[in-house]
């Protein structure tokens, strides 16, 4: 095998990104070529099932081919301007994107797990008080090859004979802000020719957009829905999730109803407890009024904290309160492990404390 040159960033800029191609744009291409068009299944089996980082890795294509798709393309775009690595196995990767800006992306161990946690955006318009991704807003959206290649540098990382298992588009930004290239990312993600992750197994979470939520609906994936909630009612959901001043929580649950009653999968609520704002024991009894006729399944989540943000940890004698009420009341409740607590791994963290650090 050749060794791999890792191209300069400016060779890189005047190439495309190959996993920007769909399986039409690629056969065009090897058309112009005059290649047959198995030759595209080829080279997607390198990139998705063999993990090749260069084309010269191709052993089954001609040289000549490889060549010319050395000339026109790369396979991987950004760079990785930081990674963490916490006791527990999750690995943080911080992408520096060759379009402008950085990217958090997240592979989390647990048990035969092997879950990925995605980035949709440069920024977050959402404007969620607690959250590091939206506090600068948004820059743009990422596009399709950006969504895949956070996807792959995380696969790379894994032993050859494990495979990553779960999806979750929880990381910087709003998926259903980005629907399109989101769901463009996710059918080769879901394909048996791309990573084969079943859709079943891959959760998109979104603030709670109504109109894109119905569009997520109509396009027939079973895909999870998770809406982060944060709070039982309007006046403490305006506050937390700005958004939601123009959206109101009514339209929020009823589009989650929708969605469930379209695909039948039960939907997730993502619940932040932050310290003395949202985890008393009104909100939980507020909150077991909201979800206990509902399927679905409660998701809280302690607050990490943010530097130079106000909010609190929750104590555990209100996380247990917490719990107890809702349980008692039949909601079915998970409270989430805090993985990755010691390497920034909250959303969009990482990226804000290098930057805050110069
Ligand atoms: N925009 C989407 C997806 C990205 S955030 C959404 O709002 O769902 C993924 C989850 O992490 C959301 O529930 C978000 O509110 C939560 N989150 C963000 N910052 C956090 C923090 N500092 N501590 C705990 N959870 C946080």
């Known amino acids: 095998m050749l060794p791999t040159v890792t191209p300069s960033a400016q060779t890189r800029v005047s190439k495309r990104h190959l996993l920007d191609l769909t399986d039409a744009d690629l056969a065009e291409w090897m058309k112009q070529q005059g290649q047959p068009k198995f030759r595209v299944g080829q080279v997607w089996s390198w990139v998705f099932q063999r993990r090749a980082d260069s084309f ?52 989390l161990r647990d048990g035969i797990r092997r879950s990925i946690c995605v980035s949709s955006q440069v920024g977050c318009a959402m404007g969620c008080v607690f959250c590091a991704s939206g506090l600068d807003g948004v820059e743009r959206n ?41 769901l463009a990312a996710l059918d080769v993600a879901k394909a048996e020719k791309g990573l084969g992750i079943s859709p079943r197994r891959i959760t998109i979470s979104t603030v709670g957009l109504p109109p894109a939520i119905d569009r997520l609906a109509a396009a027939d ?37 929708r969605y469930f009653a379209a695909n039948g999968r039960r939907l997730t609520f993502e619940y932040v407890l932050l310290g003395g704002v949202n985890d008393d024991e009104t909100c939980a009894r507020q909150l077991v009024k909201l979800l206990k006729s509902r399927n679905v399944m409660l998701n809280v989540i302690p607050y990490n904290p943010v530097a130079g943000l106000p909010y609190l940890e929750p104590t555990k004698t209100a996380i247990a309160k917490f719990r107890q009420i809702l349980e008692q009341g039949g909601v079915t409740v998970k409270f989430r492990q805090r993985k990755g607590g010691e390497i920034d791994a909250a959303c969009g963290q990482l990226r804000r404390n290098r930057q805050t650090a110069g």
């Open 142 to 182: 990422l596009t399709r090859g950006e969504i895949l290649e956070q996807m792959l540098r995380l696969q790379s990382r894994l032993p050859e004979d494990e495979r990553l298992s779960h999806i979750v588009m929880m990381g910087m930004g709003e998926p259903l802000a980005n629907l399109n290239n989101v």
């Open 56 to 107: 010269q890795m191709m052993s089954n294509l001609p040289a000549a081919l490889r060549q010319r798709l050395e000339e026109d393309f790369v396979i991987f775009q950004a760079d990785e301007a930081a990674c963490q690595t916490s006791s527990d196995g999750t690995e943080k990767l911080l992408v520096r994107l060759s379009g402008g800006g950085e990217v958090e992306c997240v592979l």
């Open 221 to 257: 994936v079973p895909f999870n829905l998770a809406v982060s909630l944060h709070a039982p009612n309007e006046a403490l959901r305006n506050e937390l999730v700005p958004v939601n001043r123009k959206v109101g929580m009514d339209a929020v649950l009823q589009a989650a109803d």
